[in-house]
């Protein structure tokens, strides 16, 4: 990997001067935080062979971390954007209420009726703790058939209380499942388990794996230019702008996971050519049973701005036919004029600024291309619930030297973002008036800041209009009182 990395390099940006910035922020902690904390922040080698920081452990208790639980993970990011299926908050209301209509995974179809991005929630009361909430799970799975008639399954997120008391929501899935003549899900994806959004995923994964997969084949004949296109969850509309770039070269998108997806066609995806993954830390796992199982192969892209789309593409057509290569450069070159006015038009408003990233498990290395697009340089980046597999993949994205920050807590944050002085920080929304605060220009890089879509061409020109909005707006000027 190291051999073909062209490095980066941000001027005043040294390790010295980086290995400083951490040390300070370290000197913050008490002995015992220190030591565990160390690991998780280092200058980046983009060359190097091995990950330059220790992630997927324990956050330090009382650092105020940026995570969240497996619930989320599961419940917020994998099953709550599979649109026709009810999706159950299984424990007390705070986690489902807290987590309801929060992230923009956009959906077709009328809530309520043939969607249902709602807050469906067992309501655990005390009376539920002490003699456990199987029953009352059977009744709710009932009356969501009844309620709800065009849902095509049910999820059972379970939220922590569930799994400490010894309910067995499996057993009584199984039970309503046959009873209902409905797929009814249940994923034990208790917040107390792993240590942060990441097992979410991974549990969610084993779900589809263990409920859906397999269970329904396409109505319409099988092509030779089938493909699924796995971890992307429609944020504002990304996925219907990767979507249609996809078929727009040629291909037949036959499921998308889980954004705006549809149970049946997902769990008819082993029977896709080619499985091309967005989000690889949330989706790897079923891409590998499905290789596995099915022998379909998958593909990690890029669709954040024009230089990383392209290559995408590129490497996408690789895997077809001339069709699909002819028709690859063909849209390039149609969409090579659109983008260069883009550039052409904030370029110049942008060139040389400097951003800081701190996001979930793809973005902080997904968008780094994009900011480079508009000249802009990326000189810290850091996930919330990465693992070694995705800092493997953000160190030759990086510039040399620049700080890596893995879990980092908010004193960190704030401290690297104080050294620094970058023109952006782009990050989620416990950060953003931290930062506004200090006077600085700031951009959601979960919510989009309720705009978008930013994937693919059609996100392009989003991207670049928002992140000149933050940085060029006038406000910044009036944030110290003129006496
Ligand atoms: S940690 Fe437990 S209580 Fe908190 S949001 Fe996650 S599932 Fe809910």
């Known amino acids: 990997m190291a051999d073909d990395v062209k490095v980066k390099t941000v001027e005043g940006i040294t390790r010295e001067s980086t290995q400083a910035m951490i040390d300070e922020a370290l000197a913050l902690y008490p002995e015992k935080g220190r030591k565990k904390r160390a690991p998780h922040l280092a200058p980046n080698d983009p060359t190097a062979c091995s990950t330059c920081v220790k992630s997927n452990r324990k956050t330090v208790p009382g650092v105020m971390s940026a995570r969240g639980c497996a619930y989320a993970g599961a419940k917020g990011v994998v099953w709550g954007p599979i649109r026709d299926m009810a999706h159950v908050s299984h424990g ?13 995974n956009l959906m077709s179809g009328r809530n ?18 002490v003699y456990g909430g199987d029953k009352k799970l059977a009744v709710l799975l009932k009356e969501v058939k009844e309620l709800f008639p ?16 010894g309910d067995d929501i499996n057993a009584v899935a199984k039970k309503m499942s046959a009873e209902l003549d409905l797929p009814v899900v249940p994923c034990n994806c208790e917040g107390f388990r792993g240590v942060s959004q990441s097992l979410g995923h991974h549990i969610s994964n084993d779900t589809i794996r263990d409920y859906v997969i397999e269970t329904r084949t396409f109505t319409e004949p099988a092509g030779p230019y089938d493909v699924a296109l796995i971890g992307d969850y429609n944020i504002g509309g990304d996925v219907w702008s990767a979507r249609a770039l996809l078929e727009e070269i040629g291909l037949n998108v036959k499921a998308t996971w889980t954004g705006d997806g549809e149970l049946e066609r997902i769990a008819a995806t082993h029977q896709v050519k080619l499985n091309l993954i967005h989000c690889y830390r949330s989706m790897n796992y079923m891409c590998r049973v499905m290789e596995e199982k099915y022998g379909i192969p998958w593909l990690e892209f890029n669709f954040f701005g024009p230089t990383h789309i392209a290559g995408s593409l590129r490497k996408i057509a690789e895997r077809f036919d001339d069709r699909i290569q002819e028709n690859v450069e063909k849209v390039i070159a149609r969409h090579e004029v659109e983008m260069k006015q883009v550039v052409d038009t904030y370029r110049p408003r942008l060139e040389g600024k400097k951003v800081m990233l701190y996001v979930g498990g793809l973005r902080p290395r997904h968008t780094v291309g994009a900011y480079e697009d508009l000249g802009m340089q990326v000189v810290g980046s850091g996930y919330e619930f990465a693992h070694s597999d995705d800092y493997d993949r953000t160190q030759p994205e990086m510039p040399d030297a620049t700080v890596i920050y893995d879990d980092a807590s908010e004193a960190e944050l704030e401290h690297f973002v104080s050294r620094l002085k970058p023109d952006l920080v782009a990050s989620g929304i416990k950060e953003k008036y931290v930062f506004q605060k200090m006077g600085l220009p700031f951009r959601q890089m979960h919510s989009w800041d309720y705009s978008g879509p930013y994937h693919a061409y059609q996100g392009f020109p989003v991207f670049a209009r928002d992140i000149d909005m933050a940085i060029n707006s006038p406000t910044w000027k009036l944030v110290k009182a003129p006496f």
């Open 92 to 104: 007390p209301v705070g986690c489902g209420w807290y987590s309801w209509g929060t992230r923009r």
């Open 112 to 129: 309520g009726v043939s969607q249902f991005a709602m807050q469906m929630t067992s309501d655990f009361q005390e009376k539920d703790i």
């Open 150 to 165: 065009l849902a095509k399954g049910i999820s059972v997120l379970s939220e922590c209380p569930v799994g400490l008391i």
